[in-house]
């Protein structure tokens, strides 16, 4: 699911916010209902912190499945703006602290002692759960954080634009510059891929046949494969033929509905109203390959609950969100289908989803069952944030790709000592 339409800031880009990890202070109201009454349940009262998708909808929705809990009250704070990261974490550091929250797996959150062992709840189910989400939150053998929604991330496509220009889907990052140009018009660029490109900046190292880091948690990005695709990178940013500062980001649809583009990234989140605004004249393929090395791939962003094992209420925490995200399998299905599309984490929900049995969310199934990639735990918030200015310096800026990654290895190898020494 989307983060605000009105806002710039993607919740579901690579780059998130790093200095929320360390932010101080008390977190000022926003979004909604931040006390601790309210609900239809007694006893605990408990606080869930959710950021403001933008499909229709979610808001309600989650506020209709805490209403029908029934052994805590459960308030929702809807938090909205651009900096959902910064309100999280400083909170966390305050009384006003959320018992339950959504966030990605993170690894210093575990460091830290911030997020609870779900273990002895996700254990029963854990078969039913896709094994890379299970892995993915999971350190030294506990598991933290239960997978809500997973939300592949491809190219979407006009198919009488290719047609007409007489071209053939991308397979190579080579072959979709050229596809770019040929594209183009007076009226409708080529391509989009976000407004800044950190949309894809994980995309690039795994297209490339690398990965951000190996299994012994070494930095293994820094390839040959990657260097070049940051090159074809900067060629395309340069060239003319892609959309740059477009009114929304990647995670709005408008872009593709409205012509500004013949070819865009985004999320599987935005299908339904790509589908309902062009119909069958809508395609997807995965991001092309770089280099002799290089696999197409898929990025899977998507979310996750946590309980705050710092808070007063853990075990009924804990309770509530074993009730919703593990018992509840209809608010689950209604949670990853009805508000846009996304692919249930639990196989026999998944197989119950009928949205995503035909068609083109069929096909993005296949895609992300072909080509998906899942975010690594250890790579961190200041990781990411190194990465992504190795996209500023080396593709919107004309800066030595080789140098921009030197430099994200210093800043990467620190915090790789400090997470595991």
Same mark, same amino acid.
């Given at each position: 699911?989307s983060?605000?339409?009105?806002s *710039?800031?993607?919740?579901?880009?690579i780059f998130r916010?790093?200095?929320?990890?360390?932010?101080?202070g008390?977190?000022?109201?926003?979004?909604? *209902?931040?006390?601790?009454?309210?609900?239809?349940g007694s006893?605990t009262?408990?606080?869930q912190?959710?950021?403001?998708y933008?499909?229709a909808?979610?808001?309600q929705? $989650?506020?209709?499945?805490a209403?029908?809990?029934? #052994?805590a009250?459960?308030?929702?704070n809807?938090?909205t703006g &651009?900096? /959902?990261e910064?309100k999280?974490?400083?909170?966390?550091l305050?009384?006003?602290?959320?018992?339950?929250f959504e966030f990605?797996p993170q690894?210093?959150l575990v !460091?830290s002692?911030?997020v609870?062992d779900?273990?002895?709840? $996700?254990?029963?189910?854990?078969?039913?759960?896709n094994p890379?989400d =299970?892995?993915?939150?999971t350190?030294?053998? !506990? $598991?933290?954080g239960?997978?809500?929604?997973?939300d592949?991330?491809?190219f979407?496509y006009?198919?009488?634009?290719?047609e !007409?220009?007489?071209?053939?889907?991308?397979?190579t990052?080579?072959?979709l510059?050229?596809a770019?140009a !040929?594209?183009?018009?007076s009226k409708v660029k080529?391509?989009?891929?976000g407004?800044?490109?950190t949309?894809v900046q &994980?995309p690039i =190292?795994?297209?490339?046949?690398? +990965?951000?880091?190996?299994?012994? &948690?070494? =930095?293994?990005?820094?390839?040959?494969?990657?260097v070049e695709?940051?090159k074809?990178l900067?060629q395309l940013f340069?060239?003319?033929h892609v959309?740059?500062?477009?009114p929304?980001d /990647?995670?709005?649809?408008?872009s593709l *509905?409205q012509?500004?583009?013949?070819?865009?990234?985004?999320?599987m989140?935005?299908m339904?109203a790509?589908q309902q605004?062009?119909? +069958?004249?809508?395609?997807?393929?995965?991001?092309p390959?770089i280099g002799?090395k290089g696999?197409?791939?898929?990025y899977?962003?998507?979310w996750?609950m946590?309980?705050n094992?710092?808070? &007063?209420?853990?075990e009924?925490? #804990?309770a509530?969100?074993k009730?919703?995200?593990?018992?509840?399998?209809?608010?689950?299905?209604d949670w990853?289908?009805?508000?846009?599309?996304?692919i249930?984490?639990r196989?026999?929900?998944a197989?119950g989803?009928?949205?995503? #049995?035909s068609?083109l969310p069929?096909?993005?199934?296949?895609?992300?069952?072909d080509?998906?990639? /899942?975010d690594?735990?250890?790579?961190?918030?200041?990781?990411?944030t190194?990465?992504?200015?190795?996209?500023?310096n080396s593709v919107r800026k004309n800066g030595?790709?080789?140098a921009?990654?030197?430099a994200?290895?210093k800043?990467?190898?620190?915090?790789?000592k400090?997470l595991?020494?």
């Amino acid at each position: 699911m989307s983060a605000m339409s009105n806002s *710039n800031w993607s919740r579901r880009s690579i780059f998130r916010a790093a200095a929320g990890m360390t932010a101080a202070g008390a977190l000022a109201a926003c979004g909604g *209902n931040n006390g601790r009454g309210g609900g239809s349940g007694s006893g605990t009262n408990l606080v869930q912190y959710f950021h403001a998708y933008g499909e229709a909808g979610t808001e309600q929705a $989650i506020k209709r499945y805490a209403k029908a809990y029934t #052994k805590a009250n459960v308030t929702t704070n809807w938090i909205t703006g &651009n900096n /959902f990261e910064a309100k999280l974490f400083s909170s966390l550091l305050t009384k006003q602290a959320p018992d339950v929250f959504e966030f990605h797996p993170q690894l210093q959150l575990v !460091k830290s002692g911030q997020v609870a062992d779900l273990s002895d709840i $996700i254990d029963p189910v854990k078969d039913d759960f896709n094994p890379a989400d =299970i892995k993915s939150h999971t350190v030294d053998g !506990k $598991i933290y954080g239960i997978r809500m929604i997973d939300d592949p991330q491809f190219f979407y496509y006009r198919k009488s634009m290719l047609e !007409k220009a007489k071209v053939e889907v991308p397979t190579t990052l080579d072959e979709l510059l050229e596809a770019a140009a !040929k594209l183009t018009t007076s009226k409708v660029k080529g391509a989009y891929l976000g407004n800044d490109f950190t949309a894809v900046q &994980n995309p690039i =190292i795994w297209s490339a046949g690398a +990965d951000t880091l190996d299994a012994n &948690n070494q =930095i293994a990005y820094h390839t040959d494969g990657v260097v070049e695709g940051l090159k074809k990178l900067r060629q395309l940013f340069t060239s003319g033929h892609v959309l740059l500062d477009a009114p929304t980001d /990647f995670w709005d649809p408008s872009s593709l *509905n409205q012509g500004l583009c013949a070819i865009q990234w985004g999320g599987m989140w935005s299908m339904p109203a790509m589908q309902q605004a062009l119909g +069958d004249d809508l395609g997807i393929f995965p991001f092309p390959s770089i280099g002799s090395k290089g696999k197409q791939s898929v990025y899977n962003g998507g979310w996750s609950m946590f309980v705050n094992a710092k808070g &007063n209420n853990v075990e009924a925490a #804990k309770a509530y969100v074993k009730w919703l995200w593990i018992d509840q399998k209809k608010y689950q299905e209604d949670w990853a289908t009805s508000y846009g599309f996304h692919i249930p984490p639990r196989s026999s929900i998944a197989a119950g989803a009928t949205k995503l #049995k035909s068609g083109l969310p069929a096909e993005g199934v296949k895609l992300f069952t072909d080509y998906g990639h /899942f975010d690594n735990i250890g790579f961190d918030q200041t990781m990411l944030t190194a990465f992504a200015d190795v996209i500023a310096n080396s593709v919107r800026k004309n800066g030595n790709p080789e140098a921009a990654l030197d430099a994200c290895d210093k800043k990467v190898n620190v915090e790789l000592k400090k997470l595991f020494g």
